[in-house]
């Protein structure tokens, strides 16, 4: 069947060419060691040649010799010429012989192209996980099939240029299965999504051993027996490797060169395609030289030094001799340098920034597993899959957010039958959001599912000695005993949950990252949990307040209000706190000179200010002597000897060149006595 090009991709391949046609030019095809390395750049050429239909297109032109060289011809051809050993000058006779050269290095031994091709082989599996989960939702979708296709052809090409032939051969076994599906050979169901799936995961793990240099691929036979099973071959067929070439026909230099030429005028055969790209538009043809990967250790120490200058900056301008100096220029000069810190600052946080989409996609599969191990139906919708946050966080947040959908899959989604009696569809809707809120970002995992019982809960921490009262409590304080260590309502234990691990872990890591988690919950109609977080780890929005001498920084999103206390709203309680009536509640104070044994400038809770602040528990005040606003601050590591500091989440250097302690305003007020 005649394939019209992909025209996008036909002056990237143009390239290609010219590229290879250059390098045999100035290699010394005489030896082995000059023509090897010539092999990946092939192998891209013919990656690029079948995406763009290339080869169908010139293969189907050639009717005849004297149409010109069929593409397919001249590319294997080249890798003919490629694999042949090449001939040497014979020396002459009076003369010694030279000893044989070294054997040529093999490809998979230099460091930069394995990292290359693990990267971007993880890159199309990922793409290749959300298109399956696509095309499970519509089994028609042939552009899906398509992509999935050419992500393990890809695959193929760059392990067998790289001499890894295990994951090669793999690779073509599961393209063999989905070029049947997408000749409409073999029906697209979940029998075909699964195994792919596994496939997915497979090549993954063939990675991670390629990156630890352990063999992964040993274990792919019973994969590949099914996957053989469903093509129609024995199951135990033994896999053939591709043909060795004639290693007695030494090729002259002139012929690949020769074969380059070939090569070139097949890829200028079609005129029309020139014609039709040059109507793309001019920024589409030029979109790969807008982009370049970067070491994300190189953009991490980028991002450290900004902030190393936005402090030195900070430093001069806030400088006391500075301040003396009566210079309209130097101010001009300083306001600018001013503007181009804050701008370079801004830049270099933007280049941190990755969509958050990538981290829904993995709980879309997640989503998918366990609804199908549990017998029940869910649905997985996503929302600000466009959110950007810094890269960092959203590594960090893999671990909670796996624990949370799988908490709402398990605990929160009835059975079919269930949620049919409940008056439901018998499919669970689960809703993951991301958007930015006053300066931060929301991520809210919502489901339709039972929604948690109070009663059942405030229960099960009476029971464990957690609160000997509760009634008073406010059912956010309440839904938060679920964070606690070995807390579960859960009747019975499965493997997925019902052990109490899991909603602790999601708290830790919630609070490292300086958020919090707010829950909301009506029964029989789902819960919500929503997680508020900065947008990154290197910059914080804090409170700036004094201590005596010293110098705290309260995270912003943690503080609720501010104010001067009365000797009348005060009042102790007999254990020995203090409270203090805040808006027709008792919220309890917590004196910051006592928890860092430093010396106040009033230890009068009226000579001072109150800080009302929000934590994952309760509300709570904290004790200052005052207040030095609000400011964007770098946040600083304290080191291994402070790390362990309780209340403290790390440090800061001001504009006036003191050391910032940053709180945790989760661990500094510890546990609190409950009623």
């Not at 009717?63 to 051809?77: L, M």
Request: aromatic share 4%.
């Amino acid at each position: 069947m005649e394939q019209d090009p992909d025209f996008d991709s036909l002056d990237s391949l143009r390239q290609s060419i010219d590229a290879l046609a250059l390098e045999v030019a100035l290699r010394d095809l005489g030896s082995a060691e000059g023509i090897r390395p010539l092999a990946p750049m092939l192998s891209e050429i013919r990656c690029q040649a079948e995406a763009a239909g290339m080869i169908a297109v010139a293969t189907a032109a050639a009717g005849t010799p004297d149409d010109g060289p069929a593409f397919q011809d001249v590319v294997s051809r080249m890798q003919q010429l490629l694999a042949e050993p090449q001939a040497r000058p014979t020396a002459p006779r009076e003369m010694p012989q030279e000893a044989p050269p070294p054997p040529a290095a093999s490809l998979n031994q230099d460091p930069e192209l394995v990292g290359d091709f693990i990267m971007e082989s993880r890159e199309h599996l990922s793409g290749i996980e959300s298109q399956l989960l696509a095309l499970e939702q519509d089994p028609r979708n042939a552009e899906a099939v398509n992509t999935i296709f050419r992500g393990f052809h890809t695959i193929k090409g760059l392990a067998g240029f790289l001499e890894f032939p295990a994951i090669q051969r793999f690779a073509h076994e599961v393209e063999t299965l989905l070029d049947l599906a997408r000749n409409l050979k073999l029906p697209v169901d979940s029998v075909l999504i699964d195994i792919i799936l596994q496939s997915a995961d497979h090549m993954n793990q063939c990675l991670l051993g390629v990156e630890k240099g352990v063999d992964q691929a040993s274990d792919s036979a019973p994969l590949i027996a099914r996957i053989r099973n469903m093509i129609g071959c024995a199951p135990g067929a033994k896999i053939e490797a591709p043909p060795a070439p004639p290693a007695d026909a030494p090729a002259p230099a002139s012929s690949a060169s020769l074969a380059v030429a070939q090569l070139a005028a097949a890829v200028a055969e079609p005129d029309h395609a020139a014609a039709a790209g040059s109507a793309l538009p001019a920024q589409d043809a030029g979109i790969a030289s807008r982009s370049v990967k970067v070491d994300t250790g190189k953009l991490d120490y980028l991002v450290e030094m900004v902030g190393e200058l936005v402090i030195a900056q900070s430093l001069i301008q806030q400088d006391a001799d500075i301040a003396t100096v009566r210079s309209p220029r130097l101010t001009r000069n300083l306001g600018q340098l001013t503007r181009i810190t804050s701008d370079v600052q801004r830049v270099a946080m933007a280049m941190r920034m990755i969509p958050i989409g990538q981290l829904f996609g993995r709980m879309a599969r997640l989503v998918r597993d366990l609804a199908r191990k549990s017998g029940k139906q869910a649905n997985l919708n996503l929302t600000g899959e466009d959110t950007e946050l810094d890269r960092n966080m959203v590594e960090e947040l893999a671990d909670p957010l796996m624990h949370m959908i799988r908490n709402a899959v398990d605990h929160g989604a009835e059975l079919p039958e269930a949620r049919i009696a409940a008056g439901k569809s018998p499919v669970a809707s689960l809703d993951l959001k991301a958007y930015h809120k006053g300066g931060f970002i929301n991520i809210e995992i919502s489901d339709d599912g039972r929604g948690l019982i109070r009663d059942k809960i405030l229960a099960k921490a009476r029971e464990r000695g957690l609160v000997s009262g509760g009634d008073s409590l406010s059912d956010q304080e309440v839904f938060s005993f679920i964070f606690e260590p070995g807390f579960s309502t859960a009747e019975k234990i499965t493997d997925v949950s019902g052990r109490g691990v899991g909603m602790d872990v999601v708290r830790k890591q919630i609070v490292k990252l300086r958020g919090r988690v707010d829950i909301s919950s009506v029964p029989g109609h789902g819960t919500t949990f929503t997680m508020k977080l900065p947008l990154t780890m290197a910059i914080i929005e804090g409170l700036v307040v004094g201590v005596g001498v010293q110098r705290y920084i309260i995270p912003i999103f943690a503080v609720k209000e501010m104010f001067r206390p009365t000797p009348a709203a005060l009042s102790s309680v007999p254990d020995g706190g203090e409270m203090v009536l805040v808006r027709g509640s008792l919220l309890p104070i917590l004196r910051l000179y006592k928890s860092f044994a430093v010396t106040p400038g009033s230890e009068e809770p009226s000579n001072g200010v109150l800080i009302v602040v929000e934590s994952a528990r309760t509300n709570y005040c904290i004790q200052v002597d005052e207040l030095f606003g609000k400011r964007e601050v770098v946040i600083k590591s304290l080191g291994d000897a402070f790390k362990n500091v309780t209340g403290i989440a790390g440090g800061s250097i001001l504009g006036d060149g003191r050391v910032g302690l940053i709180l945790d305003v989760e661990a500094l007020f510890g546990n609190p006595t409950r009623e």
